[in-house]
């Protein structure tokens, strides 16, 4: 019985809140930076109303009689913590009521990467744990970390923070070096996400930090190479390896080939045609990180039968030849007479 009065009352005085209220707000949300403005409308369709307001800790309108729009204009956002409503009373002594939802956000004063402990260049495989310090952003639960390498977004943070007011956060991440990460550079992006579309500039980077990594030699090729000797016009057997720091080479040789003639700081061997001895030789690579051997092995080419054949052939038609010649020509008392089957003249005497 009581509560039947009390709601009653409360009816009569104009203050009961309608199930549905004839209002729009446009626009339905608003994503503002702290100290900038924004402005909303609040609308109604609705013959029934009798006056509009705008309940407000910033610049609040009171009701106002016989209108249907009515814009709420804050110049310049102080607050944090923001939730504008319009109200509408009706005819049957109703009021109702929307709410603005407003996100005051601010950009960070800095994002950096402090230098890790230790610092300097990277043994490969080794981890090495890099820190992004962001300061004084909100709101943080709006926010992303993210890390960077190269082309390619490494690592993403985001953070379970409900203070609205600006905050200082930090993310890690563990890096292990690799050799492919030499040279690659690093940075950390602090991103503060929200839904609105068009919203612009909500990212700021760190300064990038490039990675060392030092690791032993490797070949570029098949550690192991056989080729045929002679070649053409020369040979060139190539030891190239990759590596950190840059690799110094030295090479060993059969014996016939002079140490003069090459070059133990270069990574290939160029063989010509009077030093292509068949046998062993190999490549070192190495530097501080590490020491690998490539091996070539040079083998006599095998021989072209089809022009042996034709040698031969050559060779036994030639003595063919030479026979059937000797039968010609050589007489019966075993002498030869290049004048065997020509005209014999007679002697001239007297008759």
């Known amino acids: 019985m009581w509560l039947l009065v009390f709601v009653g009352s409360l009816a009569s005085a104009g203050t009961l809140v309608s199930a549905k209220c004839p209002t729009e707000i446009s626009p339905k949300s608003v994503v503002v930076e702290y100290g900038h403005s924004f402005s909303v409308n609040c609308s109604s369709s609705s013959n029934e109303i009798t006056g509009m307001g705008w309940e407000s800790k910033l610049n609040g309108i009171p009701l106002t009689e016989r209108v249907t729009v009515l814009t709420l204009v804050i110049p310049s956002v102080s607050l944090w913590k ?26 960070p004063d800095s994002v950096s990467m402090p230098q890790p402990s230790p610092s300097g260049s990277m043994a490969e495989g080794e981890k090495r744990r890099l820190r992004c310090d962001v300061t004084n952003v909100a709101p943080a639960r709006n926010l992303s970390v993210l890390f960077h ?14 203070s609205l007011e600006p905050v200082n956060v930090s993310a890690v991440y563990d890096l292990i070096a690799h050799k492919d990460d030499n040279g690659a550079r690093i940075w950390c992006e602090a991103k503060l996400n929200f839904l609105t579309p068009g919203l612009q500039n909500t990212s700021k980077l760190s300064a990038p930090q490039e990675v060392i990594v030092q690791y032993p030699p490797t070949f570029d090729q ?5 080729l045929e000797v002679p070649a053409v016009d ?11 720091p840059a690799p110094v080479y030295s090479w060993h040789s059969p014996p016939p080939v002079r ?7 270069k990574n290939q061997l160029i ?6 001895f068949p046998g062993p030789y190999s490549c070192t690579a190495s530097n501080p990180k590490g020491t690998t051997t490539k091996y070539f092995t040079l083998v006599e080419a095998p021989r ?11 060779l036994g038609l030639l003595g063919v030849v030479l026979f059937l010649t000797g039968l010609y020509f050589v007489k019966a008392d075993g002498t030869c007479s ?4 020509s005209y014999q003249p007679t002697s001239s005497g007297p008759v």
């Open 82 to 107: 923001l939730s504008p409503q319009c109200y509408v009373n009706l005819n049957d002594n109703t009021q109702c009521t929307e709410r603005l939802p407003v996100t005051v956000y601010k950009m």
């Open 149 to 162: 390498k190269g082309n390619k977004i490494v690592s993403t943070n985001t953070f379970s923070v409900a």
């Open 222 to 226: 098949p550690e192991n190479e056989t």
């Open 234 to 244: 020369k040979i060139i057997l190539n030891c190239s390896a990759t590596g950190h």
């Open 259 to 265: 140490q003069t003639d090459m070059n133990p700081n």
């Open 271 to 276: 063989l010509t045609r009077s030093h292509q």
């Open 304 to 314: 072209n039968r089809t022009t042996f054949a034709a040698i031969v052939g050559a």
């Open 338 to 341: 290049l004048n065997k089957g």
